[in-house]
C-alpha cells in the first residue's frame, strides 16, 4: 500500500505538472500577482503560501448583495490642497487638469484655523495686509468646482489655538474644549455653501496621532463629535451627505503617544482602525454618518494583494472594516477611500520609505488596477480620493516620502500615475455586481427623468419617467434585474436580441428579471418607457462565472507551492 507521503508528493506533483501544463511562466507570474499583489519571484512565493493560509480562515461578512446608498457615484476622486495655492490662476490650472483627467470628486480642507481665524465668529483674515475675508479663496474654490462640473467632500478639521485653553502645546489637531465652537463652524460653512458642496466629512484619521492631537485616542469623544457635525450639517442642509472621518489604517494598540527619557516617541499612539470603529458603534454613533471613510494605502504590495491577516495592512484592508460595518447593522451605508496610493520616492534620495517604495511605473499601474477591483469586487464601496493632486511648491522634495504621492508636480507637470488615471477614469462606465442605485453612474438616462419622493423605494425615493424615456447603461456579469414600483410598462433591448416588455404590476417594490443565463461578459441594455410614469428604484447584476482558466491557475499554484513546502519540511524532517 503506497504511503501517505508518497500519495501526498504524487498529489502535488500532479499539481505542479497541472500548473506547467496550464500556464506559462508569465501566466503563473500573472496569476499569483493577482492574489499576493508582489511581483518578484520569492515575495510571490511566500504570497501564496500566506494566501492559501488566510483562505482557512473563517470568512468575513461584506455582504455584497445588498443595496448600498452612496456607493454609485463616479468613483475618482484626489485630493487638493487649493486652499495653499496663492495665486488664483494656479487653483483654476489645478481643476482643469483634474477635470482633464475625468476625475469628478475632490476632496479639499475647509481649514478651520484658516477660515475662523482669530476669535469665534471673526472669518476676517487679519494675519497679512491688506486684510480680507477668510472665505474668499474657498468661495473661490467652490466657484471652479461649479465651472468644472466637480464635486467637494469638504474636510472639516484642524481647529485653531483658540479653541483650545492650552492653544497648541497639546497638539495642533487636538479637538476644541468645547465641541459647541466646532459645531458653529461646521454650520457656518455648510450654511454658506448649502446645495453647492454634496458632501462633508467630520475631522481625519482620530484614530492615531497627532490627529488628536497629544491626548489618548478616545472613541467615546469623537463619537460626540461626530454627534455634532452630523447634528449640525442635517440642520443646515438636509440633502448633504456626512462622511466619517477617515479611520487610519494601523494595528497599533497603544492609545498614547509615549517617548523614552531622551524625548524620543516610543510609542506612535494610535488604536486599530478595527478596534476603533467598534468602539464608535459601541457609542452609539452609528446614527450620525452617512459614509464610512478609510484610508486605502497598498503600501509594501500591490493592489491585488488578497491575504487578509489582520496585523498586516495592504490594499484590502476595506474587507475588515466592512466586516465591522455589517456586523452592527450598517450593512446599507458605504465605504470611500479618504486616501489611496503607492509612494514612488526614489531609491536616490535617501528618505526612508516609511510608505512602502514602488517605481514610477508601478505607481501608475497600481492606481489603475485599484480604482478597476474597487469597481469590479466591492460593490458597497463607492468613491475613492486619490492622495494627492500637487504641492504648491517643492520644499519637501528631498526630506518627506509624502511628496512623492503627487499626481503632478508643482509646475504642474504630469507624473505617470496621472496619465494612466486619465486614461483609466475616462473609461466608458460599466455597472458590476451588486445591487444598484437608480443614480448610479454608470446609467445614461435620455427625457425628463426626474427623482422623487416614494416610501416604497428603498432609499425613500425614486426616478420617475414618462413615456418615450430611456435608461442605458453597460454592464458586466451573467444577469440583470430592474427594481421598479408603479403600473407602467418599459421595454428592454438587450444587446442585439428581440426586446422585451416589462409590466409593473403595483404599487409595492418588485424585481423583474431582465436577462439571465448570459455569458459572463459586458452587455448593453437600454429601457424604454412605453406606459408611465414607471418609477425605477435600482438595477441588480449577478455574476456566476465557472472556474476561469485564471482562478484555476491561481488555485494550482497555491496548492503547488503550499504542498511543496509542506513536503519538503516533512522530508527535512523525517531526514
Same mark, same amino acid.
Given at each position: 500500500?503506497?504511503?501517505?507521503?508518497?500519495?501526498?508528493?504524487?498529489?502535488?506533483?500532479?499539481?505542479?505538472?497541472?500548473?506547467?501544463?496550464?500556464?506559462?511562466?508569465?501566466?503563473?507570474?500573472?496569476?499569483?500577482?493577482?492574489?499576493?499583489?508582489?511581483? /518578484?519571484?520569492?515575495?510571490?512565493?511566500?504570497?501564496?503560501?500566506?494566501?492559501?493560509?488566510?483562505?482557512?480562515?473563517?470568512?468575513?461578512?461584506?455582504?455584497?448583495?445588498? =443595496?448600498?446608498?452612496?456607493?454609485?457615484?463616479?468613483?475618482?476622486?484626489?485630493?487638493?490642497?487649493?486652499?495653499?495655492?496663492?495665486?488664483?490662476?494656479?487653483?483654476?490650472?489645478?481643476?482643469?487638469? $483634474?477635470?482633464?483627467?475625468?476625475?469628478?470628486?475632490?476632496?479639499?480642507?475647509?481649514?478651520?484655523?484658516?477660515?475662523?481665524?482669530?476669535?469665534?465668529?471673526?472669518?476676517?483674515?487679519?494675519?497679512?495686509?491688506?486684510?480680507?475675508?477668510?472665505?474668499?479663496?474657498?468661495?473661490?474654490?467652490?466657484?471652479?468646482?461649479?465651472?468644472?462640473?466637480?464635486?467637494?467632500?469638504?474636510?472639516? #478639521?484642524?481647529?485653531?489655538?483658540?479653541? *483650545?485653553?492650552?492653544?497648541?502645546?497639546?497638539?495642533?489637531?487636538?479637538? =476644541?474644549?468645547?465641541?459647541?465652537?466646532?459645531?458653529?463652524?461646521?454650520?457656518?460653512?455648510?450654511?454658506?455653501?448649502?446645495?453647492?458642496?454634496?458632501?462633508?466629512?467630520?475631522?481625519?484619521?482620530?484614530?492615531?496621532? =497627532?490627529?488628536?492631537?497629544?491626548?489618548? $485616542?478616545?472613541?467615546?469623544?469623537?463619537?460626540?463629535?461626530?454627534?455634532?457635525?452630523?447634528?449640525?450639517?442635517?440642520?443646515?442642509? =438636509?440633502?448633504?451627505?456626512?462622511?466619517? @472621518?477617515?479611520?487610519?489604517?494601523?494595528?497599533?494598540?497603544?492609545?498614547?503617544?509615549?517617548?523614552?527619557?531622551?524625548?524620543?516617541?516610543?510609542?506612535?499612539?494610535?488604536? !486599530?482602525?478595527?478596534?476603533?470603529?467598534?468602539?464608535?458603534?459601541?457609542?452609539?454613533?452609528?446614527?450620525?454618518?452617512?459614509?464610512?471613510?478609510?484610508?486605502?494605502?497598498?503600501?509594501? /504590495?500591490?493592489?491585488?494583494?488578497?491575504?487578509?491577516?489582520?496585523?498586516?495592512?495592504?490594499?484590502?484592508?476595506?474587507?475588515?472594516?466592512?466586516?465591522?460595518?455589517?456586523? %452592527?447593522?450598517?450593512?446599507?451605508?458605504?465605504?470611500?477611500? !479618504?486616501?489611496?496610493?503607492?509612494?514612488?520616492?526614489?531609491?536616490? !534620495?535617501?528618505?526612508?520609505?516609511?510608505?512602502?517604495?514602488?517605481?514610477?511605473?508601478?505607481?501608475?499601474?497600481?492606481?489603475?488596477?485599484?480604482?478597476?477591483?474597487?469597481?469590479?469586487?466591492?460593490?458597497? &464601496?463607492?468613491? @475613492?480620493?486619490?492622495?494627492?493632486?500637487?504641492?504648491?511648491?517643492?520644499?519637501?522634495?528631498?526630506? %518627506?516620502?509624502?511628496?512623492?504621492? *503627487?499626481?503632478?508636480?508643482?509646475?504642474?507637470?504630469?507624473?505617470?500615475?496621472?496619465?494612466? &488615471?486619465?486614461?483609466?477614469? %475616462?473609461?466608458?462606465?460599466?455597472?458590476?455586481?451588486?445591487?444598484?442605485?437608480?443614480?448610479?453612474?454608470?446609467?445614461?438616462?435620455?427625457?425628463?427623468?426626474?427623482?422623487?419622493?416614494?416610501p416604497e423605494a428603498t432609499f425613500g425615493s425614486a426616478l420617475s419617467g414618462q413615456v418615450g424615456d430611456t435608461a442605458a447603461f453597460t454592464f458586466e456579469g451573467s444577469s440583470v434585474s430592474l427594481v421598479a414600483v408603479g403600473s407602467g410598462r418599459v421595454r428592454a433591448l438587450l444587446d442585439d436580441a428581440e426586446p422585451i416588455e416589462i409590466r409593473l404590476n403595483g404599487e409595492s417594490l418588485q424585481t423583474f428579471s431582465l436577462a439571465g443565463r448570459l455569458p459572463q461578459r459586458p452587455h448593453s441594455i437600454t429601457l424604454e418607457v412605453i406606459e408611465g410614469p414607471v418609477l425605477i428604484d435600482g438595477f441588480i447584476v449577478? #455574476?456566476?462565472? @465557472?472556474?476561469?482558466?485564471?482562478?484555476?491557475?491561481?488555485?494550482?499554484?497555491?496548492?503547488?507551492?503550499?504542498?511543496?513546502?509542506?513536503?519538503?519540511?516533512?522530508?527535512?524532517?523525517?531526514?
Amino acid at each position: 500500500m503506497m504511503s501517505k507521503q508518497k500519495i501526498s508528493l504524487t498529489i502535488i506533483l500532479i499539481a505542479l505538472l497541472g500548473a506547467s501544463i496550464l500556464l506559462s511562466r508569465r501566466q503563473i507570474k500573472t496569476a499569483l500577482f493577482n492574489i499576493t499583489g508582489e511581483e /518578484s519571484t520569492l515575495p510571490q512565493i511566500s504570497g501564496a503560501i500566506q494566501y492559501g493560509l488566510t483562505r482557512l480562515q473563517p470568512p468575513l461578512q461584506t455582504a455584497d448583495d445588498v =443595496p448600498v446608498q452612496y456607493a454609485g457615484m463616479n468613483p475618482y476622486g484626489v485630493n487638493a490642497f487649493l486652499q495653499n495655492e496663492v495665486e488664483p490662476q494656479k487653483r483654476e490650472e489645478a481643476m482643469r487638469l $483634474i477635470a482633464e483627467a475625468g476625475i469628478k470628486w475632490i476632496r479639499q480642507e475647509f481649514t478651520w484655523e484658516d477660515i475662523e481665524v482669530h476669535g469665534k465668529g471673526d472669518f476676517e483674515d487679519r494675519r497679512h495686509q491688506p486684510y480680507k475675508s477668510a472665505w474668499k479663496k474657498y468661495d473661490h474654490i467652490v466657484d471652479l468646482a461649479d465651472k468644472y462640473d466637480i464635486k467637494i467632500m469638504a474636510r472639516l #478639521s484642524n481647529p485653531p489655538a483658540w479653541t *483650545r485653553a492650552l492653544t497648541d502645546t497639546v497638539g495642533a489637531f487636538a479637538p =476644541p474644549d468645547n465641541l459647541t465652537d466646532y459645531g458653529d463652524f461646521v454650520e457656518a460653512v455648510v450654511t454658506r455653501y448649502k446645495g453647492r458642496i454634496p458632501a462633508y466629512q467630520i475631522w481625519n484619521e482620530p484614530n492615531i496621532y =497627532p490627529e488628536w492631537g497629544e491626548y489618548p $485616542i478616545n472613541a467615546q469623544e469623537y463619537s460626540e463629535m461626530l454627534k455634532e457635525g452630523y447634528t449640525r450639517v442635517k440642520a443646515a442642509d =438636509p440633502e448633504a451627505i456626512v462622511v466619517m @472621518g477617515a479611520l487610519a489604517a494601523t494595528i497599533e494598540l497603544d492609545r498614547v503617544r509615549r517617548y523614552n527619557a531622551g524625548g524620543w516617541p516610543v510609542s506612535p499612539g494610535g488604536l !486599530s482602525d478595527v478596534l476603533f470603529l467598534q468602539q464608535v458603534y459601541n457609542a452609539g454613533a452609528a446614527p450620525y454618518f452617512d459614509v464610512l471613510a478609510m484610508q486605502g494605502y497598498g503600501l509594501w /504590495s500591490g493592489p491585488t494583494d488578497r491575504r487578509m491577516q489582520p496585523r498586516v495592512l495592504n490594499f484590502s484592508r476595506p474587507l475588515y472594516i466592512r466586516d465591522v460595518m455589517v456586523r %452592527n447593522g450598517d450593512a446599507h451605508k458605504p465605504i470611500w477611500l !479618504s486616501e489611496l496610493a503607492w509612494n514612488a520616492v526614489p531609491p536616490e !534620495s535617501g528618505i526612508p520609505p516609511v510608505y512602502g517604495q514602488v517605481t514610477e511605473d508601478q505607481q501608475a499601474r497600481y492606481a489603475a488596477i485599484a480604482y478597476r477591483r474597487m469597481q469590479r469586487e466591492w460593490p458597497w &464601496l463607492g468613491v @475613492g480620493f486619490y492622495w494627492f493632486f500637487k504641492q504648491a511648491d517643492d520644499r519637501e522634495r528631498a526630506s %518627506n516620502p509624502q511628496y512623492y504621492f *503627487r499626481l503632478v508636480e508643482p509646475d504642474f507637470t504630469p507624473m505617470p500615475v496621472y496619465d494612466a &488615471l486619465k486614461t483609466q477614469a %475616462n473609461q466608458p462606465p460599466v455597472m458590476y455586481s451588486g445591487w444598484h442605485q437608480a443614480d448610479h453612474w454608470a446609467v445614461a438616462y435620455q427625457g425628463d427623468w426626474e427623482s422623487v419622493l416614494q416610501p416604497e423605494a428603498t432609499f425613500g425615493s425614486a426616478l420617475s419617467g414618462q413615456v418615450g424615456d430611456t435608461a442605458a447603461f453597460t454592464f458586466e456579469g451573467s444577469s440583470v434585474s430592474l427594481v421598479a414600483v408603479g403600473s407602467g410598462r418599459v421595454r428592454a433591448l438587450l444587446d442585439d436580441a428581440e426586446p422585451i416588455e416589462i409590466r409593473l404590476n403595483g404599487e409595492s417594490l418588485q424585481t423583474f428579471s431582465l436577462a439571465g443565463r448570459l455569458p459572463q461578459r459586458p452587455h448593453s441594455i437600454t429601457l424604454e418607457v412605453i406606459e408611465g410614469p414607471v418609477l425605477i428604484d435600482g438595477f441588480i447584476v449577478q #455574476s456566476r462565472p @465557472g472556474l476561469t482558466l485564471s482562478r484555476a491557475g491561481s488555485f494550482i499554484m497555491v496548492l503547488a507551492v503550499v504542498g511543496g513546502v509542506w513536503a519538503l519540511w516533512r522530508y527535512r524532517r523525517e531526514a
